[in-house]
């Protein structure tokens, strides 16, 4: 069997999880200010965070990729539902490190629909996610296909390969592409 060049060594995952977590929790109170007292987001990024830290087995994150999860529609907020779903890719890193910038991509959405007015805010929160990944984790996302690139998992077609997220992974790999960011 093949291991799609999605997955990334475990290793990796797990730096890649703890970063896909920051993104995610970051964004976290535009869906708790829409939602409150619903802490399936909130788990889906503590359970990143078991994973990154070594607390959760990559079987046992893969098992339940499926649980917490928070459906469409059960915000109505855009901005809400892609902090949930920035929240859902962070705990989907340990089945694929692609899954990070899912993350990554979801929360600048988040932060784009939050403040439509000021498009500053999306690059703002590009720039923070550059400024937090370190020499080691840099070398994570370089590894993985281009958007598109690839026929099967996150980065293939889907939910990451359309509109704005698709534009701002994009622009994350270009970015991590290049030797100034």
Same mark, same amino acid.
């Not at 855009?78 to 340990?94: E, F, K, L, N, T």
């Not at 000021?118 to 370190?134: F, G, K, N, T, V």
């Given at each position: 069997?093949?291991?799609?060049?999605?997955?990334?060594?475990?290793?990796?995952?797990? %730096?890649? =999880? #703890?970063?896909? *977590?920051?993104? @995610?929790? $970051?964004?976290?109170?535009?869906?708790?200010?829409? !939602?409150?007292? &619903?802490?399936?987001?909130?788990?889906?990024?503590?359970?990143?965070?078991?994973?990154?830290?070594?607390?959760?087995?990559?079987?046992?994150?893969?098992?339940?990729?499926?649980?917490?999860?928070?459906?469409?529609?059960?915000?109505?907020?855009?901005?809400?539902?892609?902090?949930?779903?920035?929240?859902?890719?962070?705990?989907?890193?340990?089945?694929?490190?692609?899954?990070? %910038?899912? =993350? #990554?991509?979801? *929360?600048?959405? @988040?932060? $784009?629909?939050?403040?439509?007015?000021?498009?500053? !805010?999306?690059? &703002?929160?590009?720039?923070?996610?550059?400024?937090?990944?370190?020499?080691?984790?840099?070398?994570?996302?370089?590894?993985?296909?281009?958007?598109?690139?690839?026929?099967?998992?996150?980065?293939?077609?889907?939910?990451?390969?359309?509109?704005?997220?698709?534009?701002?992974?994009?622009?994350?790999?270009?970015?991590?592409?290049?030797?100034?960011?």
């Amino acid at each position: 069997m093949t291991r799609s060049p999605q997955t990334l060594p475990e290793a990796e995952r797990r %730096l890649v =999880a #703890a970063w896909a *977590a920051d993104c @995610a929790e $970051r964004v976290l109170p535009l869906f708790e200010t829409e !939602a409150p007292g &619903d802490e399936r987001p909130r788990e889906l990024i503590a359970r990143a965070r078991r994973y990154a830290r070594g607390e959760l087995s990559v079987a046992e994150g893969i098992r339940r990729r499926f649980e917490g999860g928070v459906g469409v529609g059960e915000v109505r907020a855009a901005a809400a539902m892609a902090a949930a779903r920035s929240a859902g890719q962070a705990a989907g890193v340990c089945h694929m490190g692609a899954h990070g %910038l899912g =993350a #990554a991509s979801y *929360a600048v959405e @988040a932060v $784009r629909l939050a403040e439509p007015d000021r498009p500053q !805010a999306a690059e &703002d929160e590009i720039r923070w996610q550059l400024d937090h990944l370190s020499p080691e984790l840099r070398r994570a996302p370089r590894a993985l296909p281009a958007l598109g690139e690839s026929r099967a998992g996150p980065l293939g077609p889907g939910l990451l390969s359309r509109g704005q997220v698709a534009v701002t992974i994009r622009r994350l790999q270009g970015d991590l592409a290049s030797a100034d960011c």
